[in-house]
């Protein structure tokens, strides 16, 4: 996994900018799935995951990062980003 391209992409394209030892936590020992690492990204904003709207969009990055095959309803099937 390349963690500096997913932490890159969450500054320069949705604005978040973890603190270093979130980003070195998270590098060292990532999550094992989507969710629960993007969980993790957004505690270390001081968002809370349940109620922000940024959700969907640190999902979608995250799991690009981390291979996931999602749904991609113009094609009508599930492919990797």
Not at 15 to 39: H, I, K, N, Q, W
Not at 54 to 68: F, I, S
């Amino acid at each position: 996994m390349k963690a500096a391209r997913l932490f890159t992409d969450l500054s320069v394209k949705l604005g978040l900018m973890l603190p270093v030892e979130v980003v070195e936590r998270l590098t060292e020992s990532p999550p094992a799935t989507v969710d629960a690492f993007t969980d993790e990204i957004l505690r270390g904003e001081g968002l809370d995951p349940t109620t922000t709207s940024t959700r969907p969009d640190v999902r979608a990055l995250v799991a690009e990062y981390m291979g996931e095959p999602i749904w991609d309803g113009r094609r009508g099937r599930r492919h990797r980003v």
